[in-house]
């Protein structure tokens, strides 16, 4: 797993409905919180025999950038959900969405498209914005060259209500995407002594400040990460402050 940063375009189209919304309930089921509409010019998904529409962009997540996938390496080890990989799953890492997300990921380059949960995090390389399974990256086209231009955007579960007479599809409450524990990885080494040096530098700023390690499985590394809190706005600031403060590849990512 590699490093990156994210921060400019996973805003692009993040925000959150705003009000109340009502709540509908049927007979024998359970309360179902509505949002907006499903639009019937959206093409639905199938996955587990439940179907996900992707989310409007009001409410949803959406982002472009780099894809690159991750196989053998790491088939077998535990992603940062507690899950062992399965490099043959229909599974990716991403550096912030919820766990369990189930995201639609389009090829730009050569238009083909997959669903996959996320259950891991990275990619730890700057540019990148998804590490996809070895399944996911050969059904999207990406193994040969290792890399591809993307679009990912959050899918929603909806459920069937009946409305002024009539049966239409609401969305299912879904995770917050603006919402997690947050930090800010300022750097990585392969010495801990240079890790410790870096974490005292910013204590002294007031900030606090983790380093945690990582096995690659072929070296440890020693990661600074400065926390940014809960919400993606502030955490966004933190990012900011720490380039100004000449860490060029700070990224954001989450627990």
């Known amino acids: 797993m590699k490093n990156v940063i994210i921060i400019t375009s996973i805003l692009l189209l993040l925000a959150g409905c705003g009000g109340k919304t009502p709540v509908l309930s049927t007979p024998g089921k359970r309360q179902v919180k509505t949002t907006k509409r499903v639009k019937g010019t959206q093409r639905p998904y199938k996955i587990k025999g439940k179907t996900y529409y992707p989310l409007p962009s009001a409410e949803g997540f959406s982002q472009a950038g780099i894809a690159s996938w991750y196989g053998k390496p790491f088939h077998g080890r535990k992603t940062s959900n507690g899950e062992t990989y399965d490099m043959y799953s229909r599974t990716a890492a991403h550096k912030t969405l919820p ?13 083909k498209e997959i669903v996959l949960r996320i259950n891991d995090r990275g990619p730890f390389v700057r540019g990148r914005i998804i590490d996809l399974s070895y399944t996911g990256a050969k059904e999207l086209g990406v193994l040969k060259k290792g890399t591809a231009r993307v679009h990912i955007s959050a899918l929603g579960e909806v ?3 009946k ?27 392969s010495q801990r002594g240079n890790a410790e040096r870096l974490q005292k ?6 900030r606090s400040v983790n380093v945690s390690t ?5 070296m440890l590394f020693y ?3 400065v926390k940014a809190g809960e919400d993606i706005n502030k955490a ?3 990012v900011q402050a720490m380039r100004t403060l000449g860490y060029g590849d700070a990224f954001l990512a989450a627990k």
């Open 99 to 111: 766990m369990h997300t189930q995201l639609l990921v389009k090829n730009l380059d050569n238009g």
């Open 159 to 161: 459920v069937k209500v």
């Open 163 to 189: 409305e002024a007479g009539r049966t239409v599809e609401h969305f299912l409450p879904h995770a917050d995407f603006t919402k997690g524990k947050f930090y800010v990885q300022i750097g990585s080494f």
């Open 201 to 206: 530098t910013m204590l002294k700023t007031g």
């Open 214 to 218: 990582y096995d690659r499985g072929d």
């Open 223 to 225: 990661r600074v990460q």
């Open 236 to 238: 966004k600031e933190v």
